[in-house]
């Protein structure tokens, strides 16, 4: 018979293995302060919706599919690791193109398009939603998941207005022909989503250098520049003149997020 | 005459057939979890729906718990002690119930090593956070309070039901709360649904508790007195009213908006969707047909029809749950007013269906499954129910 004395000691050593196993956690490490931080860096994306209609019409056209991935969408599946699957309904997509319609298409019955990607929100309902602050938003106002305290939940694919976040339904490796070293792998059973490329924006502002994300690169490579990321703290730089001299649109704004991903020229000015 | 409790004797073929017939469904639902877990693509889930019914049985094992309790332990609070009979088993249901719904988190979540996580960690913004905190609180108050009953300690069991019946109502509009108050989906923000909540969680855990006692006492030949089950019964006809009401008041509400009569048409007149049959059958079977029951006096006098009527609300109260959950993901939002985004690559934009599978179905019968087998297995390990339960017992 065990003594009450063993039993109790065997459940506080039970339960204190069961809070304190050893799990790592990702931890953000800046050499400047995070006060420094936010003075001097926030990141933001605009789009130029007219060029990006102009470059989507053309890739349809020659393509014949309606569906075309391009090719600011194929850079970011290749450098996130994002796994391409079959069924629509569980495949994990970081950046999207949307076909945009006025409601009244008796009045314009144009259709544009427009990528969809994390707006990197100044108040991202996904942080304010998530148990364990899986979610988190960095001094520099980018939104990140650390994959090893996600708990899968899915709270914040449900708070999240954009529609921005995919659930691992399978493990990303079985839809992946090569793997990018340079950024993280996920597992099955996790949540991921776009994340600005922030490997590459570590590694840029480490060299003192201008970063830009997969998509941005390849929009200016292979299509017409339509999207333009920099920080927009900068009032010198490209993006903050461009958020100077348009009419910006913020998605679903009057929610109140403030998504960091503008939207220019929208009907084509 | 006070209340004699005693234990079930248990030893007859059919109890243990019936343990065993619970064990083997507990053990197909942990089963059906494995293998949506271990091969995939099992669930009905998508990116557009993430939350389906391993979700929906959150709410609804809480909306049990403290649905039992609240109406036992407020006897207790108030002191009416013809309904003391009734207090330990609904405490000890409740605690089985709570412990239901942890597990459904726990066979909801994507990573199951992570689950520690939700208690290691606390974001003071999440509702859910909050929730996780709640959740293991109350099992501890449950625990307590159905000890000090076994222990007949008068003071501090009045005492336990009124802290039970406060933490059932905070850990029930918190639930409420993690859908509603998610403002980036027009179907799912309400204001309404922590009140409507806390009136379902009673409703449904009381008719269930009602149909609960009929065949414990059959079963063990105890008597019942109809009479003391009537009072509860007609509890339980007017708060289903009060559901009902609330219901109306929400989709009018919602109707009344231009920018959701889209919405508002797919929820409730699209019989195509099984969102309008989760509203309609809940409104027909779940509240209508057993207030019926209820307050016609040829079936509202008898235990047989009652205990029917309690069985079919708290089956279609699993309805509302769906109800709740799964229109908001179903219909898409507007990302920029005013205009109709498709998305190429993704299903955002289009009105995704979701069909619950078997396997997800399991693991909620399953669960349920496993609450019977606590309680059957309780009934002959504690005394839980009393020898006779009838009104001239309240007046000695």
């Known amino acids: 018979m065990m003594s009450r004395r063993k039993f109790l000691l065997l459940t506080g050593a039970a339960a204190a293995g069961a809070f304190l196993t050893p799990q790592i956690s990702a931890k953000t490490q800046f050499i400047e302060s995070p006060e420094e931080v936010e003075a001097k860096r926030r990141w933001a994306m605009a789009v130029d919706v007219e060029k990006c209609t102009e470059c989507m019409r ?24 994002v796994p391409e699957f079959e069924d629509k309904r569980i495949d994990p997509q970081w950046m999207r193109i949307a076909k945009l319609e006025l409601d009244k298409p008796e009045v314009n019955p144009k259709e544009f398009y427009i990528p969809l990607l994390c707006n990197h929100c100044e108040n991202p309902p996904c942080v304010q939603v998530c148990l364990t602050k899986a979610s988190f938003k960095r001094p520099d106002g980018i939104v990140e998941i650390d994959m090893h305290r996600c708990i899968g939940c899915r709270y914040c694919m449900i708070a999240c207005p954009y ?6 339904f399978r493990n990303p490796r079985e839809g992946l022909k090569e793997v990018n070293p340079n950024v993280q792998m ?50 010198n730089s490209e993006i903050s003149k461009i958020l100077r001299e348009n009419i910006v649109v913020q998605l679903r704004a009057n929610l109140g997020t403030d998504p960091h991903v503008f939207y220019t020229k929208l009907g084509g000015e | 005459m006070a209340v004699e409790f005693k234990k079930i004797e248990g030893d007859s073929v059919q109890y243990f057939a019936l343990v065993i017939v619970l064990a083997v469904v507990t053990a197909l639902g942990f089963y059906a979890y494995v293998l949506d877990h271990q091969l995939g693509g099992l669930n009905g889930l998508s990116n557009r729906v993430p939350w389906g019914i391993v ?5 609804y094992f809480i909306g049990l718990s403290a649905g039992s309790l609240i109406v036992s332990a407020l006897a207790g609070v108030f002191n009416i002690k013809k309904y003391k009979v009734f207090s330990r088993i609904a405490a000890y249901m409740a605690a089985a119930w709570i412990i239901a719904a942890i597990l459904s988190i726990a066979l909801d ?14 974001n003071p913004t999440s509702i859910f956070s909050w929730n996780a905190f709640l959740y293991s609180s109350y099992f501890v108050i449950c625990s307590v309070y159905l000890l000090v009953q076994f222990e007949e300690m008068e003071r501090a069991t009045r005492f336990m039901a009124g802290l039970a019946v406060f933490w059932a109502v905070l850990v ?8 509603s108050f998610v403002y980036s989906r027009e179907l799912y923000h309400s204001a309404l649904t922590p009140p409507m909540f806390i009136v379902c969680a009673i409703t449904s855990g009381l008719g269930l508790l009602l149909a609960n006692l009929y065949f414990t006492f059959r079963f063990t030949k105890r008597e019942l007195d109809p009479k003391l089950i009537r009072g ?30 889209e919405a508002v048409q797919f929820v409730f007149l699209t019989p195509t969707s099984g969102v309008f049959w989760s509203f309609w059958l809940l409104v027909i079977f779940g509240i209508a047909i ?21 069985i079919m609300h708290a089956a279609l109260v699993f309805a509302e749950r769906f109800y709740l959950i799964v229109p908001g993901q179903v219909f898409p939002e507007e990302y920029l007013p005013g205009y109709k985004i498709e998305s190429l690559h993704t299903l955002e934009g289009y009105i995704v269906t979701y069909t619950p599978t078997i396997i997800e179905w399991l693991q909620i019968i399953g669960l349920i499954a496993m609450v019977y087998l606590v309680y059957v297995i309780g009934v002959k390990v504690f005394a839980l129910i009393p020898e006779r339960a009838v009104e001239e017992v309240v007046e000695e």
Do not use: Q
């Open chain 1, 163 to 168: 529609g921005a976040r995919s659930f691992n």
């Open chain 1, 58 to 81: 053309e890739l349809i056209a020659k393509t014949g599919n309606p569906e075309v991935k391009p090719p600011c969408v194929v850079a970011c599946d290749k450098e996130n690791n």
């Open chain 2, 232 to 261: 509860l019964a007609l509890i339980f006809a007017g708060l289903m009213m009060v559901l009902g009401y609330f219901l109306a008041v929400e989709g009018l509400e919602k109707g009344y908006i231009p920018a959701l009569h």
């Open chain 2, 109 to 122: 979540i994507g990573k199951f090593y992570h689950f520690m996580n939700a208690v290691r960690y606390f």
């Open chain 2, 55 to 59: 979700n929906a049985g959150i709410p």
């Open chain 2, 172 to 179: 029930h509009s918190g639930t409420g709360a993690i859908y």
């Open chain 1, 186 to 235: 996920r597992t099955e059973g996790v949540v991921e989503k776009c994340t600005f490329c922030v490997h590459r924006i570590d590694e840029a502002v480490a060299k003192g250098e201008e970063p830009i994300p997969a998509c941005v690169e390849a929009c200016h490579k292979y299509g017409k520049g339509a999207l333009v990321f920099g920080n927009i703290k900068d009032p």
């Open chain 2, 290 to 310: 057993p207030v019926i029951i209820v307050l016609n006096p040829k079936t509202g006098y008898d235990l047989r029809w009652i205990s029917l009527a309690g």
